[in-house]
């Protein structure tokens, strides 16, 4: 049995699955975002009860907005700051009597993509989300590839690619990034990002939605903005496949609903791709929010 945790600022959502993949349990309860201890207590508690409806010891992953340090094992997750600076893994062992795996919530999603029935022979699976924020895990023979640091799969804090800033022109927006530098392809390839870069050339802030149903009304400032952006987008992500050459893409978050992505990218990014190089199939992701828990509980497979 695969236990998997979705740590979240608000609620923490557990599943359960055998060892078909297949869901057989759920469970969501409130974060203890300010009380690590009864954080560890409630994370504990459900093992427990689990293993006992089970009558058998599941193998636990946990998905966070964070990560682990490489050396002392200690996390950092803005969300949850009852975890910050603890050494939230070797307690959980401690507590529950066995191994704990962790991961960042997009690698959790990314890996809940590649083992989709449709995907899990691909020997590698970038996940992209372009929500609130971007940022992205990667799957090579369905495992999470984090690097020494656990930082691989953020992406959103490479900074944008000199034929992207050329593309936006004299007065392209520097736009400032929650990690304190500025230029991350996170503020420009997210929604907010989608919204900023709308703002920054029209002078009106307008949410995503309301963009891009002016866009589908034919309205002209909308239309300029969107193929402005398909342009950004298609240069970045020319500039992320030339250094990752994944065989699928799956996209996830809120702006992965705008269909025109899925119609613009296959034309737009071989342009900026090598000669020999040929573009990704670049799908919407299946798992929506389930993807997190899912993720969180195949760190344990193989």
Known sequence: MYYGFDVGGTKIEFGAFNDKLERVATERVPTPTEDYQLLLDTIADLVKKYDSEFSCEGKIGLGLPGMEDADDGTMLVVNVPASTGKPLRKDLEALIGRSVKIENDANCFALSEAWDDELKDEPSVTGLI????????????????????HVAGELGHMRLPLDAWFHLGDNAPLLGCGCGKKGCLDSYLSGRGFELIYEHYFGEKKKAIEIIQAYNEGEAKAAEHVDRFMELLAICFANLFTGLDPHVVALGGGLSNFELIYEEMPKRVPKYLLSVAKCPKIIKAKHGDSGGVRGAAFLNIK
């Not at 372009?130 to 640091?149: A, D, M, P, Q």
């Open 130 to 149: 372009l929500g609130t924020g971007f940022g992205g895990g990667l799957i090579y023979e369905g495992k999470v590839f984090s690097g020494r640091n």
